[in-house]
C-alpha cells in the first residue's frame, strides 16, 4: 500500500539556522503531497500542499517541491525561528475515484529550535 | 482556531467500556475523516464520510463504527474497549473532495482506558 517515510528525529536546531525535514513516499500512482504541523496541545495544521510533479508549495518561510523521479518531498526553510518548534508530518493522499481521499501520514518529526 | 469541534477534549474509561466521541465540521464541509494517533501506530486514517455516506475506510477496527448524521456533526463509537485503543483520535473535515481538497483537523479527543 501507499507509505511516506520520514526523519523521525527529535531534530534539535539553533536559531536561525537552515532546516531541512527529509520526507520520501511509496504510492501506486501520482498522489498529492502535503505537510502538516502540529503544535503542542493542538491539532493538525496545513503548512503547504503540492498536487502535482514539479509542484512547489510554500508557506510562512517553508517550501517543498514534489520530485517524482525520487519520490520525495523534502521540506526547507532558510532560518529556523524558536516559535517553529513542533511535530511536522508529511502526508499523501491518491486520488482513485469516489471520493475516497484518506491522508496517509508519516510518522512525524519532532523540531526543537534553540534560542 | 480549524473550525472543526471536537467533544469531549478528554475521556477517561475502563477497558470493555464503550464510548462516543463527537465531531462538528466546519459549517458547510460535507466530508468527515477520523484519524487515529498513538505512539506506537503513529497517525492512522479511519473511516470518511461524505454527505452522510461512507467513503472509504481505513485502519479501523470492527469494534468502532461511525456515522455522519443529516447536520453533517459525526460520531465516531468505540466499543469493547482494550487498553490500546487510548490514544488521540482526531475529527477533520473538508468542503469537497479530489486533488485540491484540504482536510481541516480539530483539536482532538484524548482517550484513556485503563
Known amino acids: 500500500g501507499d507509505s511516506v517515510t520520514q526523519m523521525e528525529g527529535p531534530v534539535t536546531l539553533s536559531e536561525e539556522a537552515f532546516l531541512t525535514i527529509n520526507c520520501t513516499y511509496t504510492a501506486t500512482g501520482y498522489p498529492s503531497l502535503f505537510w502538516y504541523v502540529q503544535y503542542p496541545g493542538e491539532g493538525l495544521q496545513l503548512l503547504l500542499k503540492a498536487t502535482k510533479a514539479d509542484d512547489k508549495g510554500s508557506n510562512k518561510g517553508f517550501e517543498a517541491t514534489y520530485r517524482k523521479e525520487t519520490t520525495s518531498f523534502h521540506l526547507e526553510k532558510g532560518s529556523v525561528q524558536v516559535s517553529d518548534s513542533a511535530v511536522y508530518f508529511c502526508?499523501?493522499?491518491?486520488?482513485?475515484?469516489?471520493?475516497?481521499?484518506?491522508?496517509?501520514f508519516g510518522k512525524g518529526t519532532h523540531l526543537i529550535i534553540q534560542p | 482556531d480549524s473550525g472543526v469541534t471536537q467533544t469531549p477534549k478528554h475521556l477517561i474509561t475502563a477497558t470493555g467500556q464503550r464510548v462516543t466521541l463527537r465531531c462538528s465540521p466546519r459549517s458547510g464541509d460535507l466530508s468527515v475523516y477520523w484519524y487515529q494517533q498513538s505512539l506506537d501506530q503513529g497517525l492512522q486514517f479511519l473511516i470518511q464520510?461524505?454527505?452522510?455516506?461512507?467513503?472509504a475506510k481505513g485502519n479501523i477496527l470492527e469494534r468502532f463504527s461511525a456515522q455522519q448524521f443529516p447536520d453533517l456533526h459525526s460520531e465516531l463509537n468505540l466499543s469493547s474497549l482494550e487498553l490500546g485503543d487510548s490514544a488521540l483520535y482526531f475529527c477533520a473535515s473538508s468542503p469537497r473532495q479530489g486533488p485540491k481538497n484540504i482536510q481541516y483537523f480539530g483539536a482532538g479527543t484524548r482517550l484513556s482506558v485503563l
Open positions: 502526508a499523501l493522499v491518491m486520488y482513485s475515484g469516489g471520493g475516497a481521499d484518506g491522508l496517509t
Open positions: 464520510y461524505y454527505n452522510g455516506e461512507e467513503r
